[in-house]
Every structure is written in C-alpha cells, then in structure tokens.
C-alpha cells in the first residue's frame, strides 16, 4: 500500500489469514509442513491447498475474499503450531499504521492494543456496555486476576452515574433559568428572582 492511500481495513478472517502465515512463517514451515501437521493431529482436511486458500482468501475478480477461517480451522491451527488461539486474533503485526480490523459492518478498530485487550477480555470497547463486558469478564477470571475488572467495572458504574447526575443537574439548571427569565420579562421582584433558586419555590405568585 502506498502512503497516500487510504487506510486498509481487514475482515477478521483477513486479519487472522496474515497472523496465521506469520505464525507459519516464525515457526519456519510451509504450507506442505503446516498441513502435514494438522493431518498427524486428525485434521486432515487442512490440506496444503485449503491452508493456501485460507491465507490468500480465494480472492473474486473484484478481490473480495471468498474463503473465511472458521474459528473451528482458527483452534485447531492455534494448537497445532502450539500457540494459543489469542495469538491467531487482532491485527496483524505487519499491518501498516492506520489499519483497521472490521469487527461489525458499522465497527472498526486500528488501535492494536484495544483489540488485543479486548479478545483476552480486559478492556471493553468504546461506546460497549462495559458493565456487562467487566460483569462477564469476573466470571471467568480467577480471583486474583479479578481485581483489576473489578476495578474499571467500579470505574464504568461510577462514569454512567456521574453523567447521569451531570444530565439531570444540567436539566435541572436549563429549567430554573427558563423560570428565571420569564421572571424577568414578567416584572418580578429581587425577593421573588431569589426564591426561584431555594429548593420547592416555583416562583412569583
């Protein structure tokens, strides 16, 4: 990609397409090596042919990739290569900056280390229910690892009902100016302008 193009953004099965050649690559195998493991280890409709076909897509004349990894393909090449499945998500480390990995047709993310925080299950996702994310999160962390989600969990809650309060006094605010000034145009009084600011006064009679 040139430096004047526009960012890429990759599909997750693209993204894990490149990380899994990465992963071959480091290990220092071919396809041929790659697929004769997986055949040793039962999966033996990884063929060289499907693993070439995994990493490039099978791409259509117009480019869009025709062959996705299936998370089923995803665990069994994670273990064959003997790494853990996080290592075959997110983007990929070759990946230009800028690069963004289409969660949902309407999500997208370039920032690397928020994705992998939030396959391992530590971070929510911006604008994400993140006490349901952090709630899920405790269930399947051990006690001592638990603390920090109860943390930004604690942090979440604390964030909503602030601006929760922030809406509401806001509100409450535009309200009594409102009052005010038609206080004003009506003639009030000091005494009467004052009481609309104690609590319970609903202004001149």
């Known amino acids: 990609m040139s430096s004047g193009s526009a960012p ?35 999966a033996v409709k990884l063929t060289a042919a499907v693993l070439a076909n995994i990493e490039t897509g099978r791409r259509d004349s117009d480019g869009v990739r025709r062959r996705e990894l299936s998370i089923d393909e995803l665990v069994v090449l994670a273990v064959v290569l003997d790494i853990s499945p996080i290592h075959l998500l997110g983007l990929p480390d070759s990946a230009e900056p800028g690069t963004k990995l289409q969660l949902t047709p309407e999500l997208a993310f370039s920032d ?52 929760a309060l922030s809406e509401s006094f806001n509100s409450e605010m535009a309200a009594t100016l409102e009052k ?26």
């Open 180 to 205: 005010i000034n038609a206080a004003v145009q009506s003639g009030a009084s000091p005494e009467e302008l004052a009481a609309l600011l104690r609590p319970g006064e609903t202004g001149p009679k």
């Open 112 to 163: 690397s280390e928020l994705l992998l925080e939030w396959f391992r299950g530590q971070t929510a996702l911006p604008q994400s229910d993140s006490r349901q994310f952090y709630s899920a999160a405790l269930q399947r962390m051990p006690a001592d690892e638990g603390q920090q989600a109860i943390a930004d969990l604690t942090r979440s809650v604390l964030q909503d009902r602030a601006a």
């Open 8 to 42: 890429l953004t990759l599909s997750v099965s693209d993204a894990a397409a490149v990380r899994l050649r990465e992963a071959r690559t480091r290990r220092g195998w071919t396809s041929k090596q790659l697929a004769d493991a997986c055949g040793a280890a039962g």
